[in-house]
């Protein structure tokens, strides 16, 4: 098995290599299919690695590949850590992201960086395999900063554009904001606990789980501070309020990667630290609270923005940070499982979300404001259909994978007892109707209604290539189907079984999944249940509102959003963050570095030090200079002056005068 780890992991990594390198030289269709070769044999590799930890009683593989190196008592490795955690984020990652790259051959189809785009894919894919597989905190940076690394490369893949340049320097600097936290978190690991290997790790502050630190005079469990400062690296890659304000602005990049990052790879990131440190996290009440309450924040808030967006992507941007903030809230819950679960089933209807929204904007001639779609189910049939697939999972229909795992987790922090879980509850109920209403509110601008589509545009789609639109809906396809049905043969055993005994820790009296087990009779049962949940009447009356304001009577809409005139500007303008970001962070910085630069550098150093200083030379050698006149009367009268003052002083001396 370990020939086959190391295959799935560095398939990709040769991939982007030869299109990166070589990719003029071999031409873009050769490009294109030694990348989706690659990935798909890493993504075939998963699937094998994923049924032989579950069905075929592979043991759990934690063994060091590769030493970097030995400082002190401290080993460097390269090293695989491979359980069902690691088997399932492998199948997700590779899987999706083969998804992504069979579509971005028609996606990018006229593209003049065709073989950097599918090198970039490859290479994130690599990164992202490189972080759930690793086995100690070290490779596990290395892959987190991997896929940071190649997230900025990727929105900014247009990098003629000033949106886009913008976009992925600002991706950057507030990831580099939650690294610290997560670089700070690995650092404290290593000094409390000597190792940065994870076995070693846990075992270590399992032995000593009330050890404490003194930080500015108080005292604090060590298990908290660790907890917080990797969640802080967390809430950076995975989007979390007040870190979240990169994820939309991510949208500048190509659709395809919007769907990778959004879907299956680097927000998901956070989440599965989180729940890989199930064990440390365990012992802090106070982190697992944090945790559970910014969840709840994202998830509400960040869905009520969503409601107010005119872009197609960025109304599902907003979606996936909601989503996000569900996973956190049942990671702070304790139901890391249900977490897990809704990451692997959000990846599937999240990613078709995206790769249709990218059917639809290609079709329009790169269109992507809703105000001037419409009636698009004319054009685009099979598009239609597996969004539609993807936003009834989305919201939570019965039967549908996205229901299984959202209820899951609304059943889950109704049980938790912990600070924080009243807020996070009533925060998920009420995000169901909201998540509800601006998905079936997309749905109707785009699909039904008047058609609104701009001639040139309709004039577009008529004159695509024949096999752009049928190579990016075979994904969709394929991906409406684990949309559907994932969730009903996965919620058993992930949730209920075994599947994550010996991976996920949690602490005794903390197990909220015990109590949502006890009203689970089967998938069949607990779908047909839904109709005496609160949650299923929130999703129905956020469809029946989303179609009465934008089909029935979209006339009301202006007098609406003129008495809730101040909410929607609130809305609009995202409630500040990137105001405050720009004006307050970056233009205060860009405004203290101005007055050093004129007060220190120009005032202080050039003024006064350097040419301040050369002035006064100047001065002193243009004042000496003037005695320097080479008339010899000057010099004998300079010279009976001077003779003159030696007399008085000797005189005065003499005299007593001094």
């Known amino acids: 098995m370990k020939s086959v ?74 090293g695989f850590l491979v359980d069902r955690l690691t088997a399932l984020m492998m199948v997700v990652v590779t899987t999706v992201s083969l998804a992504v790259h069979v579509y971005t051959i028609g996606y990018m189809h006229d593209d003049d960086g065709y073989e950097r785009f599918f090198s970039y894919i490859n290479l994130f894919t690599f990164a992202m395999l490189m972080l759930v597989m690793a086995n100690n905190f070290l490779q596990l940076f290395f892959g987190w900063e991997a896929v940071g690394l190649v997230s900025y490369l990727l929105i900014g893949f247009w990098y003629r554009k000033e949106t886009a340049i913008f976009a992925n320097l600002k991706a950057f600097l507030v990831n580099r904001v939650g690294d610290f936290g997560f670089l700070l978190g690995i650092a404290a690991i290593l000094y409390f606990y000597g190792s940065l290997d994870y076995a070693e790790v846990f075992q270590a502050a399992a032995a000593d789980p009330e050890a404490t630190m003194s930080i500015l005079g108080t005292e604090a469990l060590v298990a908290t501070v660790v907890a ?30 919007s769907a990778l990052i959004h879907a299956a790879t680097m927000v998901t990131a956070g989440i599965f630290l ?25 998830a509400l ?71 001037r779609m419409g009636n698009l189910r004319r054009y685009l049939p099979i598009t239609h259909i597996t969004m539609l697939l993807a936003t009834l999972a989305l919201v939570g229909t019965p039967f549908f994978s996205g229901y299984y795992s959202k209820d899951a987790i609304i059943e889950a922090v109704n049980y938790a007892d912990r600070a924080g879980a009243g ?18 509110r997309l749905y109707f601008l785009v699909f039904w209604g008047e058609d609104r589509v701009d001639p040139h545009a309709r004039e577009h789609m008529q004159h695509l290539p024949r096999y752009v639109l049928p190579v990016m809906q075979w994904p969709l396809i394929v991906l409406a189907v684990p949309s559907v049905v994932i969730g009903y043969f996965t919620m058993g055993p992930m949730l209920f079984g075994d599947f994550f005994e010996g991976v996920i820790h949690v602490a005794p009296g903390n197990d909220v999944l015990v109590n949502v087990a006890g009203h689970f009779d089967g998938p069949t049962a607990f779908a047909l249940a839904a109709v005496t949940h609160l949650a299923f009447w929130l999703a129905l009356a956020g469809a029946i509102t989303a179609w009465y304001f ?56 050039d003024g006064l030090i350097v040419n301040g200083s050369a002035r006064t030379v100047g001065r002193v050698a243009g004042l000496i200079r003037g005695f320097q006149s080479g008339y010899l009367f000057h010099y004998a009268f300079v010279m009976i002056i001077g003779l003159l003052v030696l007399l008085t002083i000797f005189v005065a001396n003499w005299r007593g005068w001094f």
């Open 301 to 371: 808030f960040m869905g009520l923005v969503g409601l107010v967006q005119t872009d197609i992507k960025r109304v599902i941007a907003y979606s996936t940070l909601s989503q996000l903030g569900y996973m956190f809230v049942a990671l702070g819950a304790s139901a890391y499982a249900a977490g897990v679960f809704h990451l692997m089933t959000h990846a599937f209807f999240k990613a078709l979300l995206f790769l249709g929204a990218g059917a639809i904007i290609v079709a329009l001639h790169h269109e992507q404001d809703m105000r």
């Open 228 to 257: 917080v400062l990797l969640f802080i690296g967390a809430m950076g890659k995975s989007a979390q309020v007040p870190l979240h304000v990169w994820l939309p602005d991510s949208m500048e990049g190509p659709t395809p990667i």
């Open 550 to 605: 934008y089909i029935r009577r979209p006339d009301l809409l202006p007098a609406i959003n003129q008495r809730l005139g101040l909410v929607v500007r609130v809305l609009e303008r995202k409630y500040g963050f990137d105001d405050l970001y720009n004006v307050g962070f970056a233009g205060g910085g860009r405004s203290l570095g101005r007055a050093l630069w004129r007060i220190g550098d120009q005032g202080l150093i």
């Open 274 to 298: 989180v729940a890989r440190m199930s064990p440390v996290f365990e012992m802090s009440e106070a982190a697992l609270s944090l945790v559970l309450v910014l969840g709840a924040i994202t």
């Open 5 to 78: 780890y190391v295959l799935a992991v560095f398939a990709p990594l040769v991939g982007a290599i030869i299109a990166g390198l070589m990719g003029r030289r071999i031409g873009r269709s050769a490009s294109a299919a030694i990348t989706v070769g690659a990935v798909g044999l890493s993504a075939a590799l998963s699937l094998w690695v994923l049924y032989q930890h579950v069905w075929g009683g592979a043991p759990v593989f934690n063994e060091a590949l590769y030493r970097w190196g030995t400082l002190g008592g401290l080993i460097v490795e390269i």
């Open 423 to 440: 807020f996070a509850y009533v925060a998920v109920l009420l995000g169901v109707f909201i998540t509800s209403l601006y998905s079936f």
